[in-house]
C-alpha cells in the first residue's frame, strides 16, 4: 500500500514544473467542466521529472492543506479568498499568491504497532498544541485500531501533526521535540 506520509509547503520544486502542474490542473478542470470554485489536485513528480495526476475534484484540499499547511507556508489562504469572493462577488487573488516566508509541513503519526491512543495521549496532544506555538494542529484519529498492523489507506492512521517554520530544518526539529513527549502504551 502506498499511502501519503507527509507533505510540506511550499512544494519543494522548480518554476518549470510549478507551471506544468498549473497547466495540467488546468486543462484537467476544463475537461471536467470545472470553471469557478475551488478545485484541488494531486500529482506524483518521478525521479525523472514526469508528472502523474492522481486526482482532480472540485473541492478544497482539507483540513491539513487548507487550514494547517498553506497560511503557514505560503502564506495564502484559500478559505478567506472564497468567503470575500462570495460576500463582494469580486475574487482577490492576493490572497492566493505565494507570499512563502517560510516552510509548513504535516506529518502522520506513525505509531509502533499495537500501540494503543488513550486518554494521556489525547491529553498530550491537546496540551502540546497550547506548548508550541509552530505546532498548528495535532489530529489523533478516534477511530484509529491499534489490533492493525498496516496503515492501508488514509482513514487507518493514528493521526498527523502540523507545523512551520523558518526552515525545513526547523520545522523538522519541532516535530522531533514535539513528538518526544508522546509516549504511547502497548
Known sequence: ??????????????Q????????????SSRCLGLAEGPVKGD????????????????RLHGDVTTCNTLPYGSKCNPLKFLFKAWKTKVPDESLLTNKNKGIAA?????IPPGSLIDNSILET????ETQYSQITKIW???KYDHKKHAYIN???IPGYI????????????????????FKFPL
Open 43 to 58: 500529482f506524483i513528480l518521478s525521479p525523472k521529472n514526469k508528472l502523474y495526476v492522481l486526482e482532480v475534484a472540485p
Open 140 to 142: 489523533i484519529n478516534p
Open 1 to 14: 500500500n502506498c499511502l501519503p506520509i507527509c507533505g510540506q509547503d511550499p512544494a519543494d520544486i522548480n
Open 125 to 128: 496532544a491537546k496540551n502540546l
Open 106 to 110: 504535516w506529518r502522520v503519526l506513525c
Open 154 to 156: 488514509t482513514s487507518e
Open 16 to 27: 518549470e514544473i510549478e507551471k506544468d502542474i498549473h497547466n495540467i490542473l488546468e486543462k
Open 162 to 181: 502540523c507545523a512551520f517554520g523558518e526552515t525545513a530544518k526547523t520545522v523538522n526539529e519541532t516535530f522531533v521535540d514535539c513528538l518526544s513527549n
